[in-house]
T-cell receptor, first 110, second 113 residues
Framework: NAGVTQTPKFQVLKTGQSMTLQCAQD?????MYWYRQDPGMGLRLIYY???????DKGEVPNGYNVSRLNKREFSLRLESAAPSQTSVYFC?????????FGEGSRLTVL | GENVEQHPSTLSVQEGDSAVIKCTYS??????FPWYKQELGKRPQLIID?????GEKKDQRIAVTLNKTAKHFSLHITETQPEDSAVYFC????????????FGSGTKLNVKP
């Protein structure tokens, strides 16, 4: 089992460019999440999906969109990247409370 | 939403000593509190958790205590080893939406050999 895999691992964007972070899990979990991690601020929830076909906003959704493509896949899109979106992004999945995280994607917006 | 505060932000101990990290939360209805360990450049991983129906839980050298009245919970690591060096995050699950976790800001633990 690969667990949670996310791509890309690193990405550099210019302000105004768009990109999509991909995430897939093979644990048959219903819930999936996107978090961002910034120094001194812990992990903050951007969006989550409680089940296939549903998505909801977290603490910091502005500037992001998500798609729950099927039970396995949950993508995060930045339509017009801003320097404030420079961060490490983690995808996670869960079924009974424990969060299983991907390896993270380091995004830099210049 | 829930507010979770975590202290200290950095902690340096000598190998073999104990380390204690404390977190407070604001919503008295919260009832699930996990702790995650994140090694440098790695993903966060659950190391221990506690629910509000117990006051303490142990797993080998790691323990978590919960004081519901004071709304705080703590991670205790005994006989620390260099491989315990990492960033530790506490979290509280929202009692109104089980998909929402509120994380503390993290504690960077350095265990000196």
């Amino acid at each position: 089992n690969a667990g949670v895999t996310q791509t890309p691992k690193f990405q550099v964007l210019k302000t105004g460019q768009s990109m999509t972070l991909q995430c897939a899990q093979d644990m048959n979990h219903n819930s999936m999440y996107w978090y961002r991690q910034d120094p001194g601020m812990g992990l903050r929830l951007i969006y989550y999906s409680a089940s296939e076909g549903t998505t909801d906003k977290g603490e910091v959704p502005n500037g992001y969109n998500v798609s729950r493509l099927n039970k396995r896949e949950f993508s995060l899109r930045l339509e017009s990247a801003a320097p404030s979106q420079t961060s490490v992004y983690f995808c996670a999945s869960s079924e009974t409370g424990e969060l299983f995280f991907g390896e993270g994607s380091r995004l830099t917006v210049l | 939403g829930e507010n979770v505060e975590q202290h200290p932000s950095t902690l340096s101990v000598q190998e073999g000593d104990s380390a204690v990290i404390k977190c407070t939360y604001s919503d008295s209805a919260s009832n699930y509190f996990p702790w995650y360990k994140q090694e440098l450049g790695k993903r966060p991983q659950l190391i221990i958790d506690i629910r509000s129906n117990v006051g303490e839980k142990k797993d080998q050298r790691i323990a978590v205590t919960l004081n519901k009245t004071a709304k705080h919970f703590s991670l205790h690591i005994t006989e620390t080893q260099p491989e315990d060096s990492a960033v530790y995050f506490c979290a509280a699950q929202s009692p109104y939406n089980f998909n929402k976790f509120y994380f503390g800001s993290g504690t960077k633990l350095n265990v000196k050999p």
